[in-house]
């Protein structure tokens, strides 16, 4: 097995050159403190505001560094490119900018608003396919295109230009931040923005310390270091779309589990409710992945009080039709939203005696599927119920017993559950 002494890792003057590089297209975001989160947990939290470029996140670093870097004859025939989304938007950017061709290939599963997104960056210069359900579905279709037409494939992550370009967030944060910094939480889908953060904060600000936070769902960083080998994972929640691969870029492992301080997994639903929370208390929109690190302090808040830190929130690309699915997750992560199998009695009245004797005074259901059963005592329906307070829940359940309604609970049942949300 290679050692850090002899795999790649981003010098401070190849990430310098990205910034002037880049500059033609890349703006120098904010480095914004946080009121609110600074409060919340007694430390001085700043926002690298990604999601304030003009792709709405901070890929158009890595893709026009790495477009940039090409030769002549490779621009000529034109470039190829996989993405979730956001990467797509810095490559579509980048090849209308230089006015050179471009394929980008696209999970089918990504947002709507993304794959227009894209189009628009993109023009007549760019050509979208959508490909398989993940990342790597796409990344495969692209590679063949790639080999069958010699286009130059540009990785979203594991490319030392892509990785120089995206390390350019670490000397803005140096050069804006008016007091040493001493955690930087940054996203983990790939590894890129990562990798160049720590090659440039390495260089800079050797005391910083980097958490890496990816989604629990999609866990390719935390068990690639836990089993010290690059691993592949092959059952993802696919919900935080920006960080959701199945394996991490081999040179960014290589350099995340060297340098890293430290690695965590965060719940989808308590992303969700970090997202619902900044557009609501600050009026900041962000996409799921945007708001990981954000999500992060809560799992971090003993070691960061009193301490400087810098969340990146790396991007803005949230499709507003996504907001049902957002609220509804991070309701059943704070445990006010349940599911049931009900047994209604097939008689009058079995409804109403369940609206007023089971359910309590601040209880709603926002879900009911039911279908009569002629031949039968008693038919089921599942019914979703929203609670005030997630101590309501055993009396509820109690009341269901007592009164013969209850049938099953479904939150605990993954099998059945999916379906539902």
């Known amino acids: 097995m290679s050692s850090i002494t002899d795999i790649y890792f981003p010098k401070l003057e190849d990430i310098q050159k990205a910034a002037s590089t880049i500059k033609e297209v890349a ?18 939290v700043l926002l690298k505001r990604e999601d304030l470029q003009r792709v709405r996140s901070y890929k158009i670093r890595g893709a026009f560094n790495k477009i940039s870097s090409l030769t002549t004859a490779q621009l000529k025939k034109g470039v190829v490119c996989a993405s979730a989304g956001n990467h797509a938007q810095g490559v579509a950017f980048a090849c209308n900018h230089m006015k050179i061709n471009g394929t980008i290939y696209m999970p089918s599963v990504t947002p709507k608003q993304k794959v227009e997104q894209t189009k628009m960056f993109g023009g007549d210069y760019v050509k979208i396919a959508l490909e398989g359900d993940t990342f790597d579905d796409s990344f495969n279709a692209a590679m063949e295109i790639c080999k069958s037409e010699g286009k130059t494939f540009v990785h979203p992550f594991e490319d030392p230009k892509t990785i120089e370009g995206q390390g350019t967030i670490g000397l803005e944060i140096f050069k804006q931040a008016d007091v040493p910094i001493d955690y930087i939480f940054v996203g983990i889908g790939g590894g890129g923005l990562a990798s160049g953060l720590c090659g440039a904060m390495k260089a800079l600000s050797p005391n910083t310390k980097i958490i ?5 769902g999609a866990p390719s960083m935390l068990s690639s270091i836990r ?37 965590y997994t965060i719940p989808e ?20 992945a945007g708001a990981l690190t954000l999500a992060a302090l809560e799992f971090y808040k003993d070691k960061i009080k009193g301490k400087n830190v810098v969340c990146i929130v790396s991007g803005s690309n949230n499709d507003i039709t996504r907001t049902a699915e957002i609220k509804e997750r991070a309701l059943l992560y704070a445990g006010l939203k349940h599911y049931f199998i009900v047994r209604f009695p097939q008689r009058a009245g079995a409804l109403k005696q ?17 279908s009569k059963k002629s031949s039968r005592e008693n038919g089921p329906a599942v019914v979703g119920i929203e609670l005030k307070d997630k101590k309501d829940l055993e009396p509820l359940i109690s009341r269901m017993k007592a009164l013969n309604f209850f049938g099953d609970y479904l939150n605990d049942k993954p099998d059945l559950f999916q379906f539902l949300v």
């Open 269 to 288: 639903g308590l992303v969700c409710q970090t997202i619902l929370d900044l557009y609501n208390r600050d009026a900041i929109v962000v996409e799921p």
């Open 27 to 44: 703006m120098v975001t904010p480095l914004m403190n946080s009121i609110r989160y600074s409060r919340r947990y007694e430390a001085n």
């Open 354 to 370: 369940f609206v007023g004797e089971v359910l309590g005074p601040n209880d709603d259901i926002t879900h009911f599927e039911y």
């Open 227 to 263: 089993n010290n080998e690059n691993t592949k994972i092959f059952d993802i929640d696919k919900f935080i779309d920006g960080a959701a691969v199945q394996k991490v870029g081999g040179l960014n492992f290589d350099i995340c589990k060297e340098y890293l301080s430290d690695m």
């Open 212 to 216: 890496g936070v990816e989604p629990e």
